[in-house]
C-alpha cells in the first residue's frame, strides 16, 4: 500500500480532535481516581504476583475504571485503523463514506470482536471446566488491550496531526509495537496455561483456532475487499 495525500486539517478532523480530548480526559479522570489500582493494573502486564492480586479484588471486569479504559482502547483502536484508512487508502465499507463514518464502523467491528472472543473462550474453557483459568485468561485479554489503548494515544495523535509521509512511519510503527505487546500477550496466555496444568494439546488447538486464525482471516478480508 502506498500512502496517499489527502488535505490535512480539514473539517473532517475536528471530530478527531474531539476524540483525542475526550481520551484525555477519561484517562486523567481513572489516573487520579483509581492511582493504585492503575499502576496496579500496569504492573499486572509484566508481574504474576500483581496480576493475582488485582484478580481477587472485587469487580475486576465490572469496575468503573476498568470499563473506562476498555472504553479508551476501543475509541483509540478505532481511530488508529481510521488513520490507516486514510494514509494507506483503503476502507472497510463504501469508498464514498466519510472518515467519522468509517470511525464508527472500526469501533463497531473491535466490539463486536472482544464480545466474540469473550463468548468463544467462555464455552472453550467450560468444555474442560478450567471455570478460574478463564477468569485470568480473560483478565490478561482485558488489560493487555487496555495497555494497547494506551500506547496507541501518542502514536495516534502524531499520525493525526503530522504530515502524511511522518504520520505512513508512525503508523508502521503502531502496527509493530501492537504486534510485540500481542506476542508477549501470547507467551504470558502459555506459561499461565502451564501453570494451571492445562493439556498441551488443548493449548496448541487453542492458539490455531482462536488467535492466529482470526488474525490471517482478517488480513485476507480486508486484502479482498480493498483489491
Known sequence: MEAIEITRYNASTEWMTLVFLSVLFLLSWVRNTYPTRFNRLIRSMFNNQ???????????????????LTFIFILL???????????????????????????GYWNLLILFIYLFKWVINGLFLSLIQQNDYFKTYMFVVSTFNKIIGLMLLPITILAAYLPMDYAAVIIKTGFFLWAIILIYRLIKEVSLSISFKIPGLYIILYLCAFEISPFLIGLKLVSFINI
Open 50 to 68: 500483581s496480576l493475582f492480586q488485582v484478580i481477587r479484588e472485587e469487580l475486576v471486569f465490572s469496575h468503573r475504571g476498568s470499563i473506562v
Open 77 to 103: 483502536s478505532g481511530l488508529f485503523l481510521t488513520l490507516t484508512s486514510i494514509v494507506f487508502d483503503f476502507k472497510i465499507v463504501g469508498q464514498n463514506e466519510s472518515f467519522l463514518v468509517q470511525f
